[in-house]
């Protein structure tokens, strides 16, 4: 199991849902199964949450749980999986644009202004091949 960590400066929004239940997952998977991501609030381990990225993807909104979650100086490193192959590729796909935006970003403090295809080609060039593929 693989999780991609998510760039801090485009904040996920991690909701609680208090009324669904995560799908029981009898087999092991392989490959990317979600994201680490900052957060204020801390988590419990099986938790349901809702995430959504308004910055990326104003239309973005996935159902996952809580793998795990850590105490961390500026606040807490919380794990995220996603229960089907449907949700894994698009938070996958989500997170490749936020990856890129974030390469993009960094460019640009070091005097770089690449418009987002220049920093997704880049991108795709430089970690396209490392990023974790998803099999579930």
């Not at 029981?24 to 979600?34: I, P, W």
């Not at 308004?54 to 606040?75: H, L, M, Q, T, Y």
């Not at 935006?101 to 970690?127: C, P, T």
């Amino acid at each position: 199991m693989e999780f991609v960590t998510h760039p801090k400066e485009l904040p996920l929004e991690i909701t609680l849902i208090e009324d669904q239940s995560f799908p029981l997952l009898d087999e092991q998977r392989d490959g990317f199964v979600g994201v680490i991501s900052h957060s204020s609030c801390q988590f419990n381990s099986g938790q349901s949450v809702k995430i959504t990225l308004e910055e990326i993807d104003p239309n973005f909104c996935v159902s996952g749980r809580v793998a795990w979650c850590r105490k961390e100086s500026d606040g807490y490193h919380v794990a995220i999986e996603f229960p089907t192959k449907e949700e894994c590729y698009c938070v996958r796909m989500v997170e490749q644009l936020s990856q890129i935006e974030h390469y993009r970003r960094q460019a640009k403090s070091q005097g770089r202004r690449l418009n987002y295809n220049e920093a997704a080609s880049e991108w795709i060039q430089k970690f396209a091949a490392t990023f974790p593929s998803f099999s579930v």
